[in-house]
C-alpha cells in the first residue's frame, strides 16, 4: 500500500507520510509522532517502515525504553567551535577516500549544513562604547587561519551554509531564520512535506524545540555521519510528560522557570528521555519562553524538551518573517499530524505536575545548573555554601579599583554578564533588563567598578530592540555595553578580570553571575570559583551590589539624588512596563531589518582570499587547521579485534565529571603541555587564542586532554588540573607526558569514574582527546547519553559497572593493572556486541587481583558496527568509498 497521503494548503497539493496510518498512533506523544513520520518517510521499504513505526508504538505504549530505529534529521546545525573540526575531518575524510582510490566528492553533505561563527568572540573589551569593534578586530586577528578555512568549505562542500562572525549565536538565529517548522522537497515530481527536525553540535540545539523543531544535539562526529547521509541509529526514548496549569506571577521569567524544569527533572532522573510540555499552562508562555526553558535541556539531561504547535508558534513565525503560505503550511501539517496543541489522551512514561504559578524569581549555583536558590533567599544560601567550604567571611583583601582603595571578601563578584544562549532568545527578559538599567542610571546608582560588566546579544535584532526602545544607553550607563555577537561568558569567553581581581582569586573566592545555561566549576573564568546562573535583570542587580553577600529584601542598591534609599523593588520593571515597551517595539520589520546581509560578514569577512577546491591544501606549518589522524594508515578492511589487557588507569575520578573537565576549553594555561606546543612553534601567549578556537588543530587538543583546573585525579592527589601519576616510574607528571609514555610503551590506558560521566556539552573533544592520549576504555557507573554515543564514534569502549558498584565498592585504587574480557562486534555488520557483560580482573601491585564484572554499554547493533570499523568517520568513510 502507498505510505503517502494528500495535503492542501495555501492553495496547493503536497504528499505527506501521514502518522495516523500508524494504528495507536493517536495515543503517541507529540515527539513519537514525529519519529514515526520519519521512519515511514526514510525507511528502505515499506516493512523496514511499519517495522520501526510499530516499535515506536510499542514503546510509547509500554512507556519504557524502545527497540531500535534509524532516525534521518531534515538538517544539521554547527557552530564554529565544534563546525571547524566536523569540517577538518570532512576534508580529511575527503583526502582518505582519495587515497584508498575513491572520489573525494563522494564526501559531501547530502542534507541542508548551517554553521554560525559565534563561539570565537572574547570580551577582552567591556564597559566601553568601543568594546564591540575592539573586540571584533581581534577576533579576527586571532581567527583569520580558521576562518579562511570556514570561507573554503563554505565554497568546497555542497548544501552547505556559514553565517559570518558578528551576527548572532547558532540558536537564535537557528529559531529567528533557519527553522520553518515544516519542511518540504521534491521527490518523484512531487512535492513532499515533513517535519522540520535538526541536530547540532551544540547540546543547546534543543532551543528550537521551543517552536516544535524537534531538536538535540550531538557530538561533531554523530553530525558529520549525519551530513553524509547516515541515519542516527538510536532506541525509542521513554517520554515524560510535564503538565503545565496556571501562569506565571508578577515579575517571573522564563528563566525561572528553566532554572526550575532544572531542578525537578534532574531530581527525577531523565537522562536520554524525551520531555514535551502540555496543558493550559502552555498557551500562557510566549514561544521565546518555550524556547529558553528547552534550551537549558542539557542541564537536565533529557534529549528534548518539546512544545506542540499552537497560534503562539505561528505569530512567532510571522513575526519573524516566514511567509503567509509556509505559516499555513506549519498550521495544517500540524492539525494533519497531530502536532497541534490539544488535551487528547497521549500516553507517557510518566507525568509530572508544574502549576506556573508557584515558579518564583531564583538562581541557581555555585556549580551546578540545578541547584536552585530562591532570589529572596539568596545571601543566606551563599553564606551556606561559604560556611560548607569553611570559608572565613571575615577575611577582606584591600583593590584599588579605579583610583578607589575598596576591602573585598569572598563572593566578591568579578564578572556580571548578559549573555546570549539561554535569556536573549526571550525579549521579555531583554527588555526587562535593559528598564532595570535605566531605572537605576536614572536614579544615580552605579555598577560596582571590581565587576566586568558584559552584554552579548544573541542576535542583531536584540541589540535593536533594546537600543530603539531607548534601553542600550541605560545599560551603557552602568558598563554593560555591547561586547559582541556570541557566546562568551557561557562559555568561558569572558576575557580576563581585571586585573587587580585577578590578584586576589587566590586570597578569597570571586563570584560571577550571569544568564546563561553552564556554570560548572572553572568553565566561565579560571579565576573564579563560584558561578550563579538568573535572568538577566538579576546580573544588572548584581552588577549594582558587587557582591553574592547582599540582601535584595533588607538592603537598598544605594541612594538617588535626594539622599532617598532605592532598593530593588523599586526599579524592578512591571510586567506591564515590559509588554508595553513589546508591544511598540518588537515588530517583524525589525526582524526583517535585523536579518539583512545575513550571509555578507563584515569587509573583513569579505577580504578573506579563498578559492574552493576538490581537496584541501593542507598547512603543516598551522597551529590552526592540521589533518585529522583518524584515517592514518587505514585500509578497506578492518582491523583485528583484540582483547584490552594490560592496561592502566590514567585517570581515576568521581561523580559528575563534565565534558568542561575532560574536553581543553576554555583560555590555554601558560604552563600547560599546549602553551609548550604553540610557544615553540613561535606563538606569543597573547595569540595563544583558546582550546575551543584551535579545535581543528588536534596536537594542541590532545595536550589540553583532562586539563580543566578544576579537574580533581585521584591519580594525583594534592593536585588540581591535569596531572596524573605514571604508573612507569611513579613520578607525577601532566597527564600528555604520562600518556606518551604510555603510548611509547605500547600499554592502553582507561579511566575510572562515577556517576553521570561526561554530563554537559556535545563536546566531541571529549571523546576525541582520550582517544588521542591512549584511551581504550571507560568505566563508570552512568553515563550522559551524548558522551556515551561519542565515546563510541571514537571507537572508545564505554563499561558500566553492575548496579551498586563502584571504583569505591570494589576497592580498586587505579593502581590496578586491568585486563578486559574480549568483545566481538562482529565483522562490521549491524549486530549486538558479544559479550553484553564482560568480566573484567584488576590485578594489584602485590599479585592480588580484584575480578568483577562490567555492562558494555554498546546498545545498538549500529553502535556495534562503528566499534568494530574503530569508529563511526571509519565506518562510513568505507561504506562510501564500496558505495562508489
Not at 69 to 85: C, H
Not at 89 to 108: E, H, K, W, Y
Not at 475 to 492: K, Q, T
Request: include cysteine; glycine fraction near 10%.
Amino acid at each position: 500500500m502507498s505510505r503517502t497521503d494528500t495535503l492542501k494548503y495555501a492553495g496547493k497539493t503536497c504528499e505527506i507520510y501521514p502518522v495516523g496510518s500508524v494504528e495507536n498512533a493517536e495515543r503517541m506523544p507529540y515527539t513519537l509522532r514525529i519519529l514515526i513520520e520519519n521512519v515511514l518517510r526514510e525507511a528502505d521499504t515499506s516493512e523496514d517502515a511499519m517495522l520501526y513505526a510499530n516499535r515506536i508504538v510499542e514503546a510509547g505504549l509500554s512507556g519504557v525504553q524502545g527497540g531500535e530505529i534509524e532516525y534521518m534529521p531534515a538538517r544539521v546545525l554547527l557552530q564554529d567551535f565544534t563546525g571547524v573540526p566536523v569540517f577538518v575531518d570532512l576534508a580529511a575524510m575527503r583526502q582518505s577516500a582519495a587515497d584508498l582510490g575513491g572520489d573525494p566528492n563522494a564526501i559531501n553533505p547530502q542534507i541542508p549544513l548551517d554553521l554560525v561563527i559565534d563561539h570565537s568572540v572574547i570580551a577582552d573589551s567591556a564597559g566601553s562604547e568601543d568594546s564591540f569593534r575592539c573586540n571584533m578586530a581581534m577576533e579576527f586577528k586571532r581567527n583569520a587561519e580558521r576562518y579562511r578555512f570556514l570561507k573554503w568549505s563554505q565554497q568546497s562542500f555542497e548544501n552547505v551554509r556559514i553565517v559570518p562572525p558578528g551576527v548572532g549565536i547558532c540558536h537564535q538565529i537557528n529559531v529567528e531564520r533557519f527553522a520553518q517548522g515544516v519542511m518540504t522537497r521534491q521527490q518523484d515530481g512531487g512535492e513532499v512535506a515533513y517535519f522540520d527536525t535538526v541536530v547540532g553540535t551544540d547540546s543547546h540545539t534543543t532551543t528550537a524545540n521551543g517552536i516544535a523543531v524537534l531538536s538535540w544535539g550531538v557530538g561533531g562526529i554523530e553530525a558529520e555521519a549525519a551530513c553524509l547521509g547516515q541515519p542516527i541509529t538510536t532506541l525509542v526514548p521513554k517520554v515524560i510528560g510535564i503538565h503545565l496549569t496556571g501562569k506565571l506571577s508578577e515579575g517571573v521569567s522564563a528563566m525561572d522557570v528553566a532554572l526550575t524544569f532544572a531542578k525537578i527533572l534532574r531530581a527525577k532522573g531523565v537522562v536520554g528521555c524525551f520531555v514535551e510540555c502540555f496543558g493550559d499552562g502552555v498557551a500562557t508562555l510566549s514561544a521565546t519562553q518555550r524556547a529558553c526553558i528547552a534550551n537549558m535541556t542539557p542541564e537536565y539531561g533529557s534529549t528534548c524538551t518539546f512544545f506542540p504547535v499552537d497560534e503562539q508558534t505561528l505569530d512567532y513565525l510571522r513575526l519573524t518573517g516566514r511567509s503567509d503560505e509556509q505559516i499555513e503550511l506549519v498550521e495544517a501539517y500540524a492539525k494533519a499530524q497531530g502536532l497541534w496543541s490539544t488535551d487528547a489522551n497521549r500516553v507517557y512514561s510518566d507525568v509530572i505536575e508544574l502549576d506556573l504559578g508557584t515558579v518564583t524569581r531564583s538562581l541557581a549555583g555555585p556549580s551546578r545548573p540545578h541547584d536552585q536558590i530562591p532570589f529572596a533567599g539568596a545571601r543566606d544560601a551563599f553564606n551556606q555554601i561559604c560556611e560548607a567550604r569553611n570559608l572565613d567571611m571575615g577575611k577582606t583583601v584591600t583593590v584599588d579599583a579605579d583610583g578607589e582603595q575598596v576591602e573585598l571578601t569572598h563572593g566578591a563578584i568579578a564578572i556580571a554578564a548578559v549573555t546570549s544562549c539561554t535569556t536573549a532568545t526571550d525579549p521579555a527578559m531583554m527588555v526587562a533588563c535593559g528598564l532595570i538599567a535605566k531605572k537605576a542610571a536614572d536614579c544615580g546608582l552605579a555598577a560596582k567598578p571590581w565587576v566586568k560588566r558584559v552584554l552579548a546579544p544573541g542576535s542583531h535584532a536584540t541589540q535593536m530592540l533594546l537600543e530603539r526602545a531607548g534601553l542600550a544607553e541605560g545599560l551603557g550607563a552602568l558598563g554593560f555595553n555591547l561586547c559582541g555577537f556570541g557566546c562568551m561568558s557561557c562559555i568561558g569567553n569572558s576575557g580576563p578580570v581585571w586585573p587587580y581581581m585577578h590578584d586576589i582569586a587566590n586570597d578569597i573566592e570571586l563570584t560571577s553571575v550571569l544568564s546563561g545555561n553552564r556554570n560548572f566549576e572553572g568553565r566561565i573564568s579560571p579565576d573564579v570559583s563560584q558561578n550563579f546562573l538568573c535572568a538577566p535583570a538579576g546580573v544588572v542587580a548584581y552588577a549594582l551590589t558587587g557582591t553574592m553577600d547582599f540582601d535584595f529584601e533588607t538592603q537598598p542598591l544605594g541612594t538617588d539624588a535626594q539622599g532617598g534609599e532605592v532598593y530593588l523593588r523599586d526599579i524592578w520593571p512591571t510586567d506591564a512596563e515590559v509588554q508595553a515597551v513589546l508591544d511598540e517595539y518588537l515588530t517583524a520589520e525589525l526582524f526583517e531589518e535585523a536579518a539583512e546581509g545575513l550571509y555578507e560578514g563584515t569587509p573583513a569577512w569579505q577580504e578573506l582570499d579563498v578559492e574552493p577546491s576538490d581537496l584541501f591544501a593542507w598547512d603543516e606549518d598551522s597551529t590552526y587547521v592540521r589533518r585529522a589522524p583518524y584515517f592514518d594508515g587505514m585500509t578497506m578492511g578492518l582491523d583485528e579485534a583484540k582483547a584490552i589487557t594490560g592496561a592502566r588507569v590514567l585517570v581515576n575520578v568521581r561523580d559528575f565529571i563534565t565534558t568542561d573537565h575532560i574536553s581543553p576549553a576554555g583560555s590555554i594555561a601558560a604552563n600547560s603541555p599546549a602553551a609548550a606546543y604553540l610557544s615553540e612553534r613561535g606563538i606569543e601567549p597573547e595569540m595563544f587564542n583558546t582550546y575551543g578556537s584551535r579545535r581543528g588543530n588536534h596536537e594542541v587538543m590532545a595536550r589540553g586532554g583532562f586539563g580543566n583546573v578544576k579537574l580533581r585525579n585521584l591519580m594525583a592527589e594534592g593536585t588540581s588540573g591535569g596531572w596524573t601519576r605514571d604508573l612507569t616510574d611513579g613520578e607525577v607528571k601532566s597527564i600528555y607526558e604520562a600518556a606518551c609514555n604510555y603510548m611509547d610503551a605500547g600499554i592502553p590506558t582507561v579511566v575510572l569514574a562515577g556517576k553521570m560521566y561526561g554530563s554537559g556539552s556535545s563536546r566531541d573533544w571529549a571523546a576525541k582527546a582520550p582517544l588521542l592520549l591512549g584511551v581504550k576504555a571507560v568505566f563508570a557507573e552512568s553515563f550522559e547519553r551524548i558522551h556515551r554515543s561519542n565515546l563510541i564514534g571514537m571507537g572508545i569502549l564505554p563499561l558500566q559497572f553492575i548496579e551498586g558498584e563502584s571504583v569505591d565498592s570494589l576497592g580498586l585504587t587505579g593502581e590496578e593493572t586491568f585486563a578486559i574480557e574480549f568483545v566481538d562486534y562482529g565483522t562490521g555488520m549491524p549486530t549486538l556486541p558479544e559479550p553484553r557483560i564482560v568480566h573484567v580482573t584488576a590485578e594489584k601491585e602485590d599479585g592480588s587481583v580484584v575480578e568483577f564484572q562490567a555492562t558494555v554499554r554498546v546498545d545498538t547493533p549500529t553502535e556495534g558496527a562503528y566499534m568494530a570499523h574503530g569508529g563511526i568517520l571509519q565506518y562510513v568513510l568505507r561504506n562510501l568509498v564500496a558505495a562508489e
